[in-house]
């Protein structure tokens, strides 16, 4: 029986994630990770100033204001020493100079997991030959609309959605829903708002129960159902004000608070049913060409095992080099906690493209 555990593992981890009726509380979080080295520097404070291909995620309205015919960004980043990968990429093209559309795509996953469970035949026999492996992956494609209104400084954007996740042969979900951001300018101050999963993000599960029943009948576990997860709506707001010193020398801090509506969390601000997670970020440039970026966020209240008390927050750091069309971006982030350090490398391209002038 103890080749199966793997198999059991697996199993627990995805009925915990399909409950057909309940909306669980952290649901689809590998998108709450962020993309970019510049906005994972700034420890997610996006949500007003950004204006690239990396909009796409952030917030669809600061699409419209990236630069060239075409804009590329791409980024991978590792996790927990490599074991998990995390990757994206970004399109997104002008249709005229009020509107833009774009493309993302993120894979968050564990690959080459050993799967054991026909390691020991009917007889008790054992064959190395039949170990196999397989990925937990999720997926999530987007596909962004945003436009520029006749109202100066003022734009908005949409976000449709489709989210895939799926754990071998084991169990697999296919997912819909919707974001909708707005942005305003006005002088120095920046301002942004974004409704993500908007609509609720409903992902329907499915479970090979021919591949689990065996080993959950034995082990007395409850076999699981096919169903929805769901996703609840969060809101997140910003603000930002870019002011120089002197003439080369730029600082823009941003401050965005995200809430949540689905009960108490962790977070700086926590009640029933409404919760606030603040996020802090600061750029400073230099002839927009050398960036220093760093930020804090994820505050939480950790408990010891002697019944004490303490706050941790998650410091980020990063820095950027913009050479004309091509902006290198880099970020050191720790997703630690209090007393320990999990620090991970992201490293993000974004390159914009012109059209050669005859």
């Known amino acids: 029986m103890t080749n199966k555990i793997l198999l059991i593992a697996t199993a627990i981890f995805c009925t915990h994630f399909a409950s057909a009726q309940d909306a669980p509380k952290y649901s689809n979080e590998f998108l709450s990770i962020g993309v970019g080295a510049r906005g994972l520097g700034m420890s997610g404070a996006q949500v007003a100033t950004v204006n690239d291909v990396t909009a796409g995620y952030w917030n669809p309205a600061g699409l419209v204001l990236g630069k060239g015919d075409l804009q590329i960004g791409?980024?991978?980043?590792?996790?927990?020493?490599?074991?998990?990968?995390?990757?994206?990429?970004?399109?997104?093209?002008?249709?005229?100079?009020?509107?833009?559309?774009?493309?993302?795509?993120?894979?968050?996953?564990?690959?080459?997991?050993?799967?054991?469970?026909?390691?020991?035949?009917?007889?008790?026999?054992?064959?190395?030959?039949?170990?196999?492996?397989?990925?937990?992956?999720?997926?999530?494609?987007?596909?962004?609309?945003?436009?520029?209104?006749?109202?100066?400084?003022?734009?908005?954007?949409?976000?449709?959605?489709?989210?895939?996740?799926?754990?071998?042969?084991?169990?697999?979900?296919?997912?819909?829903?919707?974001?909708?951001?707005?942005?305003?300018?006005?002088?120095?101050?920046?301002?942004?708002?974004?409704g993500r999963d908007i609509t609720s993000t409903f992902n329907a599960w499915n479970f090979n129960t021919e591949k689990l029943e065996d080993v959950f009948t034995q082990t007395g576990n409850e076999i699981p159902e096919n169903g929805l997860e769901i996703t609840?709506?969060?809101?997140?707001?910003?603000?930002?004000?870019?002011?120089?010193?002197?003439?080369?020398?730029?600082?823009?801090?941003?401050?965005?608070?995200?809430?949540?509506?689905?009960?108490?969390?962790?977070?700086?601000?926590?009640?029933d049913p409404i919760s606030i997670d603040p996020k802090f970020g600061v750029e400073f440039g230099y002839s927009d060409f050398i960036f220093l970026r760093g930020g804090v966020g994820n505050v939480q209240e950790i408990k010891d095992f002697d019944g004490t008390t303490s706050t941790s927050v998650q410091p980020n750091f990063g820095l950027g080099v913009k050479i004309k069309n091509v902006s290198i971006d880099y970020a050191l982030t720790n997703i630690g906690q209090v007393g320990e350090t999990l620090y991970s490398n992201i490293f993000s391209l974004r390159i914009g493209l012109f059209k050669q002038k005859k």
């Open 74 to 194: 791409l980024m991978h980043a590792e996790y927990f020493a490599g074991i998990a990968k995390y990757d994206y990429a970004g399109l997104a093209a002008p249709i005229d100079a009020t509107r833009t559309v774009g493309f993302s795509f993120i894979r968050f996953a564990i690959d080459d997991i050993i799967d054991s469970t026909e390691l020991i035949d009917a007889d008790g026999n054992i064959d190395y030959d039949k170990l196999k492996s397989f990925s937990a992956a999720d997926y999530a494609f987007m596909f962004t609309y945003s436009k520029k209104t006749k109202i100066e400084g003022f734009r908005y954007g949409v976000n449709a959605k489709v989210v895939h996740r799926k754990v071998g042969d084991f169990a697999s979900a296919w997912g819909f829903g919707l974001d909708v951001g707005v942005q305003y300018d006005k002088n120095k101050w920046k301002f942004g708002a974004m």
């Open 232 to 271: 609840l709506p969060k809101l997140i707001l910003g603000a930002s004000y870019k002011t120089y010193i002197k003439e080369k020398f730029s600082i823009e801090p941003e401050v965005n608070i995200d809430v949540t509506f689905d009960g108490k969390r962790n977070v700086l601000v926590k009640s």
